[in-house]
C-alpha cells in the first residue's frame, strides 16, 4: 500500500530530529528553553482581542507545500512580513518544515526581527524536542500540535509543555474525532483545517461544518483553502471570527491592499 504524504512527512520529520539530537542534545536544547528569558508575544490574546471587534487573519508564510508544489520559493520573508503587519494581520504563521514546504528556522528568525506580532512555528511537530526547540531556539509564542500525528497522552503533555514555556498551542483537528481529542487535552485555541492531511485534498466546508461542535469558551481557527472575501463570510455566518491564510495572501500582487479588503 503506497505510503500516505503525511506518513512520508513523519517518517522525514524523525530522521531530521535524530540529526538534531546530534547537534544539541534534549538536554540541551531543555535547559535552554526553560532558562530562557524573553518576552513572549501572546498569540492567544491577539486573536481573542482582534476577534472580539470582528475578524483576525494569521497571516502565513508559505514558500511550497506537498499538494501544490512551489507557489513562491524566492518571497522575501522579511517584506512579507511588514506587509502582513502593515495590512492588519493578527499573527503570522511561518513554515519550518524544509524537506516538504521548503520552509526554515531562517525564515521564523527573519520574521521575527521585521515584525511585533506574535509568532507561530508552523511544523509537524512530533517530538517534546522540537518543543523546547521552538521556544530555545526560534524564540516562537506559539507552536502548531496536530491531533491526527499524536497520541492523546502526547497532545495535552505538550499543550502543557508549551505553556510552560510560555507559548500557545494551536490544535489542529479535522474530524469529529479530533474534537474530542483536543478537548479532552485543554486545547485553548482550536485550528479547524479544510484540508485532509492523508489526501491533501480540500473542502472548503469542513471549518463550516464543525465548529458548532467546539466548546464556545475556545477560539477557533479555519485554516486552508480561503481564498477570497466571499470565504470569509460564509464562514462568519457558522460562527468563525479567525483564519489562517497562507497560499492567496503569498501569491497576492497587492498583499498589504489584498489583506485590509480581507478584513473589511
Given amino acids: ?3 500516505t504524504i503525511l506518513k512520508k512527512i513523519i517518517e522525514q520529520k524523525k530522521i531530521e530530529i535524530s540529526e538534531q539530537k546530534k ?39 508559505k514558500r511550497a507545500s506537498p499538494s501544490k508544489g512551489a507557489i513562491k520559493i524566492n518571497l522575501n520573508a522579511a517584506n512579507l512580513a511588514k506587509a502582513y503587519q502593515q495590512g492588519g494581520a493578527a499573527a503570522i504563521s511561518v513554515l519550518t518544515d ?40 526560534l524564540k516562537a509564542d506559539a507552536i502548531l ?7 492523546k497522552e502526547q497532545l495535552k503533555d505538550y499543550i502543557s509543555l508549551a505553556r510552560q514555556l510560555g507559548m500557545s498551542a494551536l490544535v489542529e483537528i479535522h474530524s469529529e474525532k479530533d ?7 485543554n486545547a485553548e485555541i482550536i485550528g479547524i483545517n479544510n484540508r485532509d492531511l ?23 481557527v479555519a485554516a486552508s483553502g480561503i481564498k477570497n472575501k466571499q470565504d470569509i463570510k460564509e464562514s462568519k455566518k457558522a460562527g468563525l471570527y479567525n483564519f489562517l491564510i497562507g497560499e492567496s495572501l503569498v501569491k497576492a500582487d497587492d498583499t498589504i491592499s489584498f489583506l485590509k479588503n480581507l478584513l473589511m
Avoid at 500540535?145 to 497520541?151: E, F, G, T
Avoid at 474534537?179 to 487535552?185: F, K, Q, V, W, Y
Fill in 98 to 137: 524544509s524537506h516538504f514546504f521548503k520552509g526554515s528556522f531562517d525564515d521564523f528568525k527573519t520574521v521575527k526581527k521585521n515584525c511585533l506580532l506574535p509568532m507561530l512555528r508552523k511544523d509537524f511537530i512530533i517530538s517534546s524536542y522540537q518543543i523546547f526547540q521552538s521556544a530555545a531556539l
Fill in 198 to 220: 492523508k489526501t491533501f485534498k480540500t473542502n472548503m466546508k469542513n471549518a463550516i461544518r464543525l465548529v458548532s461542535m467546539i466548546d464556545k469558551k475556545i477560539i477557533s
Fill in 179 to 185: 474534537i474530542n481529542s483536543a478537548h479532552l487535552a
Fill in 145 to 151: 500540535l496536530i491531533v491526527q500525528i499524536l497520541s
Fill in 23 to 61: 547537534i544539541n542534545s534534549e538536554q540541551k536544547i531543555r535547559e535552554s528553553a526553560e532558562k530562557s528569558s524573553d518576552k513572549k508575544r501572546s498569540f492567544y490574546n491577539a486573536l481573542k482581542k482582534t476577534a472580539d471587534s470582528g475578524i483576525s487573519i494569521i497571516a502565513e508564510i
Fill in 1 to 3: 500500500m503506497e505510503k
